[in-house]
């Protein structure tokens, strides 16, 4: 008889334990071994929570190379059936072979799961007629468990899932994370209904209220905040290093609905449009895609939403300062141009009209379009498309982590009907949907690939820009992983034409995620490793550092409700020296508004326990030597950007932390 040393890894993960009866079933290129009931001297204990259990599986001749496993439980006659989630298994075989069988998934039935020996391999790759097979049933079944569906008509699609439970257990919250998840969001809410304000339909009577709201929750930003909302270089400051850094671009010509003059924004002469313009000290923020959206009623009020167009300054001590602001597209007597020479609130309520509108921008356009639903279309894809044993799935699996869920959550408590979004923002309801529809057609490829956009806007030289220097530093970074690791599985162009895994994965984000529209210049398929390389840098890039840069800072930046209205209540002045303090408390949202958008933002910006940092890979999907000291060289980049940018913020009067790599999550997960 030959022995097989069979080692089995449990995940160190809650609830991942077993009871149940465990059996295998060892298949390789020359036979297969009777089906084997697991027992050892552990007894019960060889499945429970980080367990590491060792076995024997006889055999009466060679079974050549390990091809396969079948793993599968029963219950035993007095436990009932349960969840198991083994990481591995790893074989020695009696010729000194070693085997690694990467696993990462609930076993919860009592069915037979195959499980490829984790070498990876390509379609074309996989000779055995066994890998075949097992290969081609996986996508079967994955293709029956992940199913497209359509949200909204004009957006990406999204995974179909009539509830929570419907989820699939491989792509559901820890429970560790479902935990902290539903304490925080109820410890919030449940915080600000014993201050009896979340009912509360009633306006602002002055900002010492607000601040009485405000304090039960603060961060240092958030402070900073408090503080400065009013101060015109924080205001610019904002378009750079806020939670939107996607709008702003240099300006070379003034749009012909934005007709400022140099006496109205260098009234001393000092400066020129002209000559600011030439010398590239001139920014435009235009929010366009706002104009004519359906504003929502809250609290059986009317509210407003502008699409402003903000002309900013860069100064010769290097401050972005706003010049002028238009509250409307159109041109018109009773769409002024407010100026920084205005009276005080007539400056002061016109940043916040832009606010609010950025506000809009920010949370449908920047957040849940750039990156949550495309996030999910590239995880549907992937997990439709691409079998486990395939290098691409090892690559990026792990930046899907919670990805359908928290998507799943945000559509049923956020956009739905009865969503905190959809009840208590400017945009809600209809305007939703035309913003998500007018933003899904402004994407390109390029506004997608950091270094082409920030080119495009020409942003590449203006100081004290810390997302895009962090982003595109950490961009190269995943750049080189990932070239890395690609260019060892594939050769020649030849061999990514002909992946049909891989071409079939592109060509559904293409349909699904984009809606087959061919200007943006997304890829519809891929021809070279170049542009299979740039493409999946811009997935990983998206789910992780761009969802950190636009998400981690909500509270620090939307706490403090003034700098970030959620909605408005009184339309904007048509003319100027009207406004008052009265004007702008009346203007603001209303209090059950204010308190219901800064628990949803404070949600929205905690980080659970079980967060997985940028680049750090619990789970081991591979088991070739070149792709781990690809990861080794990964991980070690990262660490001294991280580094770097610690140093650089303590230099900083605002630090800028949100692409910090040891902040920003491998995946789009809250």
Known sequence: MLDYEVTVFTANRATASTFNNVFIKLIGSSGESERKWLWNFKGASAFVRGAVACFRVSCCTSL????????????????????????????????GACYTFPIYRWINDNKVHRFREGTALKGFEDKHHLGRNSREQELK?????????????GIPHCLKADDLLSLPYEVRFSFTKQTEFLFTAGAGLTEL?????????????????????????????????????????????????????????????????????????????????????????????????MDGVKASTINDKQQYLMAPLVLLHKTPDDKLMPIAIQLKQKPAEDNPIFLPSDSEYDWLLAKIFVRSADFNEHQLNVHLLRTHLLAEVFA??????????????????????????INSLARKTLISEEGVFTKFSASGGDGMITILRRSLTSVTYSSLCVPEDIAERGLKDI?????????????NIINRFVCG?????????????????????????????????????????????????????????????????????????????????????????????????????????????????????????????????????PEEHFSEETPRQMIKKFQKELKELSAAIKQRNKELKVPYTYMDPEEVENSVAI
């Open 193 to 289: 209904k014993l201050k009896g304000l979340a009912e509360c339909k009633m306006g602002w009577a002055d900002l010492d209220a607000i601040n009485r709201v405000f304090c039960c929750k603060q961060t240092d930003m958030s402070d900073y905040v408090q503080q400065h909302w009013k101060d015109d270089d924080f205001f610019g400051y904002q378009f750079l290093n806020g939670v939107n850094p996607m709008l702003i671009r240099r300006c070379t010509v003034l749009p012909d609905n934005f007709p400022v003059t140099d006496n109205m924004v260098f009234p001393d002469s000092q400066f020129s449009l002209a000559e600011e313009m030439e010398k590239g000290n001139i920014f435009l923020c235009d929010y366009k895609q």
């Open 141 to 153: 079944e994955r293709q029956e468990d992940y199913c497209w569906d359509v949200y909204l008509e």
């Open 64 to 95: 050549g190379k390990l091809v396969l496993i079948e793993l599968d439980k029963q219950p035993l006659l007095l436990f009932p059936e349960d969840s198991w989630f083994p990481a591995k298994v790893e074989i020695k075989s009696p010729e």
């Open 485 to 617: 690791v690609l260019s060892h599985y594939y050769k020649s162009d030849h061999e990514v034409k002909q992946d049909s895994e891989l071409q079939q994965w592109i060509l559904d984000i293409f349909e699904h995620g984009f809606l087959s529209h061919p200007c943006r210049g997304i890829p519809q398929k891929l021809n070279t490793v170049d542009e299979l390389i740039k493409f999946v840098t811009m997935v990983i890039f998206t789910g992780s550092a761009q969802h950190a840069a636009v998400n981690t800072g909500q509270y620090d930046y939307g706490g403090w409700m003034p700098n970030t209205p959620i909605s408005l209540k009184l339309p904007p002045p048509t003319k100027k020296g009207e406004a008052t303090e009265e004007t702008m408390l009346k203007t603001l949202p209303d209090v059950n508004v204010t308190v219901q958008g800064m628990a949803t933002m404070w949600l929205l910006s905690q980080q659970s326990s079980d967060f997985v940092p940028l680049g750090q890979y």
């Open 380 to 405: 549907v894809s992937l997990l439709r498309n691409v079998p486990m044993v395939h290098p691409l799935y090892k690559l990026l699996i792990p930046h899907t982590r919670y990805t359908l869920q």
């Open 463 to 475: 100081p004290n820009f810390y997302y895009r220097d962090d982003g595109l530093r950490l961009w």
